[in-house]
C-alpha cells in the first residue's frame, strides 16, 4: 500500500473508504444472522474477510459453503493492545490492497477486564481517525443483554453507523473522536516513586540510557526477549524528546504489580496527546514512528503535557 493510501488517498479503485459499524444485538440468534450476513457480502464480493469473536462456531455454521472463505482468528490475541490490533488491520489492508481486496472484519471485544474499559472504548472512537482513507469494513458486536450500559452506549457514539435486523443505519449518538476523548474521564497519570531511578540525557547520552534501561529490565525479571523489545519504545521516545524537545530529557523507570514503568520528559508539547500515536504511518512519513512503535510494544502508553510532555510508558514483567 502506497503512502498516499495510508494517509488517506486511497486508490480509485479501493471503493469506498473506512466503514465502522456497531451491532448492537440482542440475541445469540440476532448476532448470527446480522454477523453471517455481514460476512456474506464481503464473501460474495470478493474481499479478504476475517472473524474474531469469543464464539465463532455459530458464525461460521450459519455461512455453510462460504465458510472456507473466512479467516477465523483468536479474539484475546486480536485484542492483546488497541494499537497493536490498529496496527493488524492497517497490515492485512496493506495485504488485501496488494490482491485489489477490501478489508472485512467481525470482532467483538470481551470487555471483561474493567481496568481496561476505557482504553478499548478509546480505541474505538481512535478507529475512524486510524483508518480513516483505508479500504476497509468493520463491525464491532456488542451484547446488548450481557454489556454494562455504559459500555453499550459509548458503542453508539464512536461508531458512526449500527447494523441490525433491518440493514445499516447512520448513528445519531456519533460524535467524532476528539470530541469523545474529550469528554471521558482523564487517564490517570501513573504515580512515579520517589525511588524511581531518574536519567537525565541528551543526544550523546543516549547509549547510555538504553543499557540503564536494559539492566534495569532484566532486574525486573523481564526475559531478554521481552526486554530488548520493551527497550525499542523506551528508546524511541527519548530520542523523541531529543530531537523534538530542544536536546534535552529526563527518564524515570520503576517497577510495580507485575509491570515495569518508565516516563519520559522533554520540553516540547505532543499536538493531539489523546490520539497521538495511533494512526499508522505512511511509508513516507518522516514523524509519529516513534509513538507509534511504543503504542504497538506497550500496554499503556499515556500522554500528558505539562510544561513540555511527558510519556508515560508500561509494559507487564511476563509476556501476554
Not at 464464539?55 to 450459519?62: E, N, P, Q, R, Y
Not at 540525557?201 to 523489545?229: C, H, K, Y
Not at 523534538?244 to 527518564?251: F, I, P, Y
Not at 516540547?268 to 496527546?273: N, T
Request: glycine share 10%; hydrophobic share 40%.
Amino acid at each position: 500500500m502506497t503512502a498516499a493510501q495510508i494517509d488517506g488517498d486511497p486508490s480509485p479503485d479501493a471503493g469506498p473508504v473506512l466503514g465502522h459499524q456497531a451491532l448492537i444485538y440482542s440475541s445469540s440468534d440476532e448476532l448470527t444472522a446480522c454477523g453471517a450476513d455481514f460476512l456474506r457480502q464481503g464473501i460474495e464480493r470478493g474481499d479478504t474477510v476475517v472473524l474474531a469473536v469469543p464464539d465463532a462456531a455459530g458464525l461460521v455454521a450459519a455461512l455453510g459453503t462460504h465458510a472456507d472463505r473466512v479467516d477465523v482468528v483468536d479474539d484475546r490475541v486480536w485484542h492483546r493492545i488497541p494499537a497493536w490490533t490498529i496496527g493488524g488491520y492497517a497490515r492485512r489492508t496493506e495485504r488485501a490492497a496488494r490482491k485489489k481486496q477490501r478489508l472485512r472484519v467481525l470482532t467483538e471485544i470481551r470487555w471483561d477486564e474493567p481496568s481496561a474499559i476505557g482504553e478499548w472504548q478509546c480505541y474505538e472512537a481512535v478507529l475512524n481517525t486510524a483508518l480513516a482513507g483505508l479500504p476497509v469494513d468493520l463491525c464491532c458486536a456488542y451484547d446488548a443483554q450481557g454489556l454494562a450500559e455504559d459500555v453499550v452506549d459509548a458503542a453508539r457514539r464512536t461508531h458512526p453507523s449500527t447494523l441490525g435486523p433491518d440493514g445499516v443505519a447512520p448513528s445519531d449518538h456519533f460524535v467524532p473522536a476528539v470530541e469523545f476523548l474529550a469528554s471521558g474521564p482523564e487517564t490517570p497519570r501513573l504515580p512515579v516513586p520517589s525511588d524511581a531511578l531518574r536519567v537525565e540525557f541528551g543526544a550523546a547520552e543516549i547509549p547510555s540510557v538504553r543499557q540503564t534501561a536494559l539492566r534495569w529490565a532484566r532486574d525486573g525479571g523481564m526475559n531478554e526477549d521481552d526486554a530488548s523489545e520493551f527497550l525499542i519504545a523506551i528508546y524511541e521516545i527519548a530520542s523523541n524528546a531529543v530531537e523534538h524537545g530542544g536536546g534535552r530529557g529526563v527518564g524515570r523507570f520503576w517497577s510495580g504489580a507485575d509491570r515495569l514503568f518508565c516516563d519520559i520528559w522533554s520540553a516540547q508539547h505532543i499536538a493531539d496527546p489523546l490520539v497521538a500515536g495511533f494512526r499508522p504511518p505512511g511509508t513516507a512519513q518522516e514523524r509519529g514512528r516513534g509513538l507509534w512503535l511504543a503504542r504497538q510494544i506497550c500496554e499503556q502508553v499515556t500522554i500528558y503535557n505539562n510544561g513540555g510532555a511527558t510519556v508515560q510508558l508500561a509494559r507487564s514483567v511476563e509476556s501476554r
